[in-house]
């Protein structure tokens, strides 16, 4: 679930408000959002894909919630890591260009769906 | 309350996932003003964004071609119609020649070949996001529909809630696509969230059938506490019971039987153990990307480090169930209402079976194309009649009842009839009865007034959506007794050549249900 926005880091623009599928900040332009329903959170870590100030944390865990320290996780190189995964910070190169997707069936025993 | 946005335009598009981009840029090419309302966003919701998906790329190579037909009818359950699995080869082959041309990287290999069987879900939603708005479509984010609109003529529009502002929208539009993909009963599958059945609930208030709702049995493998459902790298893990029986060992079909009774169990763990060099871990990196994130964030080495795992409840998102298609274009039988993706019924081109080969993502590009193109044509004959457009829904919507749904309640009642393995992964006859009385029982609660607020109007939307589907599924399952394709009944293991047939439903206070021949 998510478990951080930065306000140190965050430019107040808007966008994980917007792109959140499960509509979980409230905040408008300009502002620090602020998470308002986390229990609806899906754990999709689509905003911070889509937070170009790596200001946002999603933890990996579904169903609860958990403590986070952001100078830790800023330390351990987690924040922005899913945006520069893809490769969406300027300058990277996107994770579809790298996709070794088809070449898997070369260490695969068998394919299967999904 | 604000005034009600009112907006007219040829075809209006609910959802924004692949179906729903497709069918809006369909539509747009082919002329149309196009509306596409999202729950979410179009970019980041529904059950490919966040991941990705295996497509089915197969040169126009006519035994190629043959050979995945017939290996589709038989895994189908002989439900499938030929003519429509070629119609899927063929316009995805197509479709994904037009992703690259518009900007996705695909990779090549040796001989300069693009490799075009995977999409990364974030970059290629990004991309479908750009490309509908170029071709000059409206896109309404964070705009659930609840309510289709019609008249004598058939459907002409919907309404539905901005969640930023609370404001009502309206669309008027002679033709209607549902592309609100399947439903997963909120059981937190990668993406699966927003996919709480809303359209089966809005076409069949129209009076559209559904058909294939047995289909509906499938489950995601993640970590025990993570959402990360996407199964692919699990063929390369070692997978254990609680008392250390080797469930799987990396050397062929993931057997689910086995390892949903394992869960019955105790915990079962895996360990990616198969990829046991640093190239093998480094092409699996960069392959499936998303399926390591859980385990980096929580320190973890998946290839050396055994990880709890589970099944979540993926309902007719990865089946094959949906909303009956009767024509080439996606028709519903209700005039004026088309049907994509998952909120389809998939039978026509999978038969009784989605997993597999990665037919539902090629299916969301081409059956959104055709409703898309088809429902502009049908706005162009059609667009000038006048309308006396009245909503036809109720549950969840209003009510003459003085109580208000309780929507956790509702919800946590109508996942204990679906969510568990013992109701949809081992189906019996008796477990499944007492689960549709249950959920039939569900049914007068969604009937009483929606909970305030954006998010109480949306959520009792939602949670009637979800005891409807539930009831659609229950009662075709159990109306198949047999087993066939992805739908098993303990009582009857094996196929029956009698019930070669599909199973359609009508109706919500009476779900009645007829079967249909297989067109040859
Ligand atoms: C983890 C996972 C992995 C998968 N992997 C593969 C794969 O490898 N290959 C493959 O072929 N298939 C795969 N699938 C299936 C594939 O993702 C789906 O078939 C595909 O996403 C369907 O597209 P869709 O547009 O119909 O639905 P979705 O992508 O689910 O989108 C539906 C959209 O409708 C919106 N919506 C819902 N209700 C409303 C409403 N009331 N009003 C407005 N909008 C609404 C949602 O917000 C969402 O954006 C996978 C599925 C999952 C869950």
Known sequence: MIELVSDSRCTGCGICVKVCPTNVFDGAVGEVPVIARQGDCQTCFMCEAYCPADALYVSPLADETEHVDEDALAEAGLLGSWRSRLGWHKGQTRLAAIDTTPFLHRVEPVRLDG | ?520
């Open chain 2, 1 to 520: 309350m604000t005034a009600r946005n009112v907006r007219d335009a040829d075809v209006l598009v609910l959802g924004g996932g692949p179906a729903g981009a497709w069918a809006a840029w369909s539509a747009a090419s082919h002329g149309a003003r196009v509306v596409l309302a999202d729950k979410g966003y179009l970019g980041s919701s529904g059950a490919t964004a966040p991941g990705g998906s295996n497509l089915l790329y197969l040169p126009p190579d006519a035994e190629l071609r043959e050979r995945a037909v017939a290996k589709r009818m038989a895994g189908g359950g002989e439900l499938s119609e030929a003519r429509w699995i070629h119609r899927v080869l063929d316009g995805v082959y197509e479709s994904l020649a037009l992703v690259e041309r518009w900007g996705y990287p695909f990779v090549r290999d040796e001989h300069g070949e693009p490799l075009r069987n995977h999409l990364q879900g974030p970059e290629y939603m990004r991309l479908m996001r750009r490309v509908v708005r170029r071709a000059g479509v409206t896109v309404l984010d964070q705009s659930p529909a609840l309510e289709l609109l019609a008249d004598r003529h058939g459907v002409g529009g919907a309404w539905g809630l901005d969640r930023l502002t609370g404001a009502e929208w309206e669309v008027r539009a002679p033709a209607v696509v549902l592309a609100t993909g399947g439903c997963a009963f909120l059981s937190k599958g990668l993406g699966c969230n927003v996919l709480t059945g809303d359209g089966l609930l809005m076409a069949a208030e129209a009076g559209a059938e559904l058909s294939g709702m047995e289909f509906s049995n499938s489950y995601g493998t993640s970590a025990r506490y993570s959402t990360v459902t996407r199964n692919r790298l699990l063929s390369m893990a070692t997978i254990t019971a609680a008392d250390g029986t080797v469930l799987y060992a990396g050397d062929g079909v993931l057997p689910r039987d086995a390892i949903a009774r394992a869960l019955l169990d105790g915990p079962v763990h895996a360990v990616l153990d198969r990829a046991d060099t640093a190239e093998k871990r480094a092409l699996l990196r960069t392959s499936h990307a998303v399926f390591f994130l859980p385990y980096d964030r929580r320190g973890i080495d998946p290839f050396t480090q055994p990880f709890p795992i589970t099944m979540r409840f993926e309902g007719t998102v990865r089946g094959t169930g949906g909303i009956r298609l009767v024509g080439d274009g996606c028709e519903t039988s209700v005039p004026g209402l088309y049907a994509a993706g998952d909120a389809a019924s998939r039978e026509r081109s999978h038969g009784g079976q989605s997993g597999g080969g990665a037919y539902n993502a090629s299916w969301a590009i081409c059956s959104g194309r055709w409703s898309g193109a088809a429902a502009a044509r049908y706005a162009a004959t059609a667009g000038s009649r006048a309308r006396r457009l009245a909503p036809v829904g109720a549950a969840g919507l209003r009510s003459g009842s003085p109580d208000t749904i309780d929507t956790a309640s509702v919800v946590a009642a109508v996942q204990r009839e679906t969510l568990p393995l013992e109701v949809s992964h081992f189906r019996s006859v008796t477990r499944l009865r007492r689960a549709l009385a249950a959920v039939d029982d569900l049914w007068p609660a969604v009937l009483q007034r929606p909970a305030p607020g954006v998010r109480g109007r949306v959520r009792s939307r939602e949670t009637a959506a979800m005891v409807a589907t539930a009831r659609w599924m229950h009662t075709a399952s159990l109306a198949r007794t047999e087993t066939r394709g992805m739908h098993r009944l303990a009582e009857h293991p094996a196929p029956d050549p009698a019930q070669r047939h599909r199973l359609v439903l009508t109706g919500l206070d009476r779900v009645s249900v007829r079967t249909e021949e297989v067109p040859a």
